[in-house]
Every structure is written in structure tokens, then in C-alpha cells.
């Protein structure tokens, strides 16, 4: 049995005309002869309706109902889809996660896939020609909805896709693939034929939603290429897929950025083992995933620390810190909302020295302050003022050579 992965974002299913285009892919990919397994988004503007409408009720929306809530958009998506592909003669049913089912944690709304049945899929696959799949969900344990994150149907089409051991993955988008940057920011950017695995996850990690970072480190751990290419138009997208050495040749292959970001530091703790355990213990207990961590050098016994973390997470962040700062006897504790991450990536870093030094000055030539740094091996990020971000994506662009028609830094 050959089997294709398809997955389709909000916009590519926005209305029965873009369902239409879909169904075309769907029946294109059945005439070569594949079953199909088809993951939809929530039509676009659905899922952030749904939030709004929680927070009408409630300010503080318990995780556990809003999951219950947020992973309706999708129930609606595959049952329209099925229905159409039914009327015109297609053997399709569409599955939401728990009928699979698709195993997750129970960290509502960032629950992690544990497992798929992907026993009861092929069973289902041979009695049908499509299976329409809910993306971003799962169920806990408890036989409770969980969803996985903003961006999350990505991750469910690419870990359908392991599990199955489908032959073909592809993500559908409303860009023709991925580029050197986000094409809405900076209309230099180019496509990519080709992205390693570990490229994308720095890109999908500093903030470009392209694909869900799970999705990247799904396809990466169980070696699924994965092709992102746009639902309206012909162009063959973009592979992710392993390294290979052509891809050293560019030093830079794409620059993210990511306003979901605030800067909290700790001010004035004691520089002695077992603060800093205090502070990120205590943080990661409530799940929260802290970003960018900087300690200053020690003066009279004393230091600050400086970390970041999404906007969402900041109000909790606070609560934590106010609970511990007695026991590490910080002085304060203060944020900064105002902040964006700027990031450069690719894996030709590691083999070229001078990239911090072009990024600062790309920043510098633009009056840019940098707030925080970070790097790891093939990523350098800087933590500027977000009123910046997008001044600073386009000098960066055209400092690393990426901008169309000019010669890429190699
Ligand atoms: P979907 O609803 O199909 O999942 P998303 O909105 O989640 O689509 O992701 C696609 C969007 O990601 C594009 O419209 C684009 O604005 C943005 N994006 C950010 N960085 C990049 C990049 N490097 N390459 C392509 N698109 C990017
Ligand atoms: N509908 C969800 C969201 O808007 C999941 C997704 O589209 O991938 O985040
Ligand atoms: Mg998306």
C-alpha cells in the first residue's frame, strides 16, 4: 500500500472554494495510486475566534475546557471536507484524534503525541481512499481533548506520517515554501529548494511558523523528508530533508524573528550554587519553557539574571517569581514586553568565523541596540526592541547576501 501524508493549513481550506483545491491534490494524489491521509487545519481565523470567545467568558480560561473548545475548528474542517469528497464519489471519513486515536500528554494545550494506532490507520486505509484527519489534536490518558500547540496540525501530519511510514509527506501552505525569511516581512526573500533538518528547527525555534517546531523534530528523529509547498500554485516547494555537504556552501540560509517574547530579569541574587536552580526548577514545574538565559558576572557576591520567555507564559512567570524571590533574596524582579528576538541561521556557521560580527553590524548601521545575545552552533540570536524587528530581518537579509538577485555570502 503506498501511502500519502497531506497536511493543509487554515487559509488552504478557508471556504468550499479552497476545499475544492484540495479535493483536486487529494484526487490527483488517489489516481497515482496512493491511499490518502489528509490533516486539516481549522479554516483560518477559526481557532483565534474560538480564544476570543473563551476570554469573553473568562480571563483566566481553564486549559483542560479550552482545548475542549479550541480543537472544535478542526471537527468542523474535516467533517465539511469528507462530506464534499463523499459527494463526489471518494470513499473518505473523517477522524478526529480520539477516534485513531492520537496519545498525548496531558499538558493541556502544549500536549506532546506519545503514540499513534497506526494498526487501526491501515485498517481504516484499505476500507477508504482518504482518511481526513483533525490536526493539533490528541487525547491524555483520561480520554480528555488536548491540543498541541499554535501551528500544531503540522505536527500531526508529519507525526502521521512517521508513524505510518507513509511514502510521501507534504505540508500545504499559503507560500510557495520556505524562505530565506518571512516573505510578508521582507519581499527580498527567497525560496529554498532544500533545508536541512536542523536549519529548520533553529528557524521554526526563533519564530518562523512555517512549521511547528515538533513537526521539524518529528520529521527529523524518524528521517521523513517533508516538502512545504503552497495549495495555490504549481511550484515543487521546498524539501526538508538531512544535511548534505552543497548545504555548508551557504553560510546563512534564512533569518527568523519572533514578537511572541518578554524579557524578565531577576535582579541582585546571591552568586552562589543552587539560585539558579531555584529560579528555572520552579518555572519549568509549571511547564513553561524559558528561551534565552543570560547570567551577568558576579560583584560583591551578587549577580542578575536574565531570561526570556513567550508573552502568554509572562503573567505566570510572575506569580512564580514573586513566590521564590524571598528564598533566593532577589532584590526584584522586572520585565520587558517591548522585546523581539532576531535570529540568523544555517550550517555553514560552524565552518566560517565572522557572522556575529556581520550581524552586529548590520544592527549597528541601523541604530539597532542589542539587548540580549544568544548562539548556538549554527544559530546567532540577538534580542533588539520590537518596534525593530522587521527594519532589522530586511538589513540582516541584505548584510548575509540572501536578498533576490545578489550573491549569496558563501
Ligand atoms: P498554515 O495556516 O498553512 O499552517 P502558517 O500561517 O502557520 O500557515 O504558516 C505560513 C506562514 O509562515 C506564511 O504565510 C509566512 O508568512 C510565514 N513564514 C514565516 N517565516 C517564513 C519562512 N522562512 N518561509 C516561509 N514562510 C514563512
Ligand atoms: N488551528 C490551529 C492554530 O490555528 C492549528 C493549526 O492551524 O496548525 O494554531
Ligand atoms: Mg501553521
Redesign the pocket.
Known amino acids: 500500500m503506498k501511502i500519502m501524508v497531506q497536511k493543509y493549513?487554515?487559509t488552504s481550506v478557508a471556504g468550499l472554494e479552497r476545499m475544492r483545491k484540495v479535493l483536486s491534490r487529494v484526487k490527483k494524489g488517489i489516481d497515482e495510486g496512493y491511499k490518502m491521509i489528509v490533516v486539516l487545519?481549522?479554516m483560518s481565523g477559526?481557532?483565534?475566534k474560538l480564544i476570543g470567545l473563551a476570554k469573553e467568558f473568562t480571563a483566566t480560561p481553564d486549559p483542560e475546557e479550552m482545548d475542549a473548545l479550541?480543537a472544535n475548528?478542526?471537527n468542523v474542517s474535516i467533517a465539511l471536507f469528507s462530506m464534499l469528497a463523499k459527494s463526489e464519489g471518494i470513499k473518505a471519513k473523517s477522524l478526529q484524534a480520539w477516534q485513531i486515536p492520537i496519545s498525548t500528554t496531558d499538558a493541556y494545550m502544549k500536549a506532546r503525541i506519545i503514540s499513534i494506532d497506526d494498526k487501526r490507520l491501515k485498517v481504516m486505509l484499505e476500507e477508504n481512499d482518504v482518511l481526513v484527519v483533525a490536526?493539533?489534536q490528541g487525547v491524555d490518558c483520561k480520554g480528555r481533548v488536548t491540543?498541541?500547540?499554535?501551528?500544531?496540525?503540522?505536527t500531526t501530519g508529519v507525526a502521521l506520517a512517521a508513524a505510518i511510514k507513509a511514502d510521501v509527506c507534504e505540508i500545504y501552505t499559503d507560500v510557495d515554501g520556505v524562505f530565506t525569511t518571512d516573505p510578508r516581512v521582507c519581499s527580498a526573500a527567497r525560496k529554498l529548494d532544500l533545508i536541512s533538518y536542523d536549519e529548520m528547527l533553529e528557524l521554526a525555534s526563533s519564530g518562523s511558523k512555517v512549521l511547528?517546531i515538533r513537526s521539524v523534530e518529528f520529521a527529523k528523529k524518524f528521517n521523513v523528508p517533508v516538502r512545504v509547498r503552497s495549495t495555490f500554485t504549481d511550484d515543487p516547494g521546498t524539501l526538508v530533508t538531512q544535511e548534505d555537504a552543497m548545504m555548508e556552501d551557504l553560510v546563512i540560509s534564512g533569518i527568523a524573528f519572533d514578537r511572541d517574547q518578554c524579557r524578565v530579569t531577576v535582579y541582585k541574587v546571591k552568586d552562589k550554587p543552587g539560585v539558579a536552580a531555584a529560579i528555572f526548577g520552579s518555572i519549568a514545574e509549571k511547564r513553561i519553557l524559558v528561551d534565552m538565559i543570560i547570567q551577568n558576572t558576579s560583584h560583591d557576591g551578587y549577580t542578575d539574571m536574565t531570561f526570556t520567555v513567550s508573552k502568554g507564559d509572562l503573567e505566570q512567570t510572575m506569580a512564580i517569581l514573586d513566590g521564590v524571590q524571598k528564598d533566593i533574596g532577589a532584590e526584584s524582579v522586572q520585565y520587558d514586553t517591548n522585546v523581539a528576538k532576531v535570529s540568523v541561521v544555517g550550517v555553514g556557521m560552524r565552518n566560517h568565523s565572522g557572522v556575529a560580527s556581520t550581524m552586529f553590524k548590520a544592527l549597528h548601521d541601523e541604530n539597532i541596540n542589542i539587548k540580549l545575545i544568544a548562539t548556538s552552533e549554527i544559530k546567532i540570536t540577538c534580542l533588539i526592541d520590537e518596534k525593530y524587528v522587521e527594519l532589522a530581518v530586511r538589513a540582516l537579509h541584505t548584510a548575509f547576501g540572501l536578498d533576490k538577485g545578489q550573491q549569496a555570502a558563501c
Not at 491540543?147 to 503540522?154: E, H, Q
Open positions: 493549513g487554515g487545519s481549522a477559526e481557532t483565534n479550541v475548528g478542526e490536526g493539533f491540543t498541541l500547540g499554535r501551528g500544531g496540525s503540522d511547528q
